[in-house]
């Protein structure tokens, strides 16, 4: 259960931080607008992300796609710059 919870909060938190860049940069529209957007879909992100952390058969998957999702992400949206 703690390692839930870890996976959760924090971790949750860092997926959903480079699922905003990724966002912020491939989002129509003027930069203060895309960027505006994804801060708000950044809360509907972490809220799904922290109820499959929960869902999921294992722990040890949960951290495998989240760490999958976060460095595809980061990844592109360094790519995206």
Known sequence: MIARIVLAAPGGYAV????????????????L???????????????????WTFAARSALRAGAVMLAIGLAAGLLARWAA
Do not use: H
């Open 33 to 51: 607008d895309r960027t505006l957007w994804a801060t708000m879909l950044s809360f509907a992100i972490y809220a799904c992300l922290v109820v």
């Open 16 to 31: 959903m931080a480079a699922c905003t860049m990724l966002l912020a940069r491939v989002l129509p529209g003027e930069a």
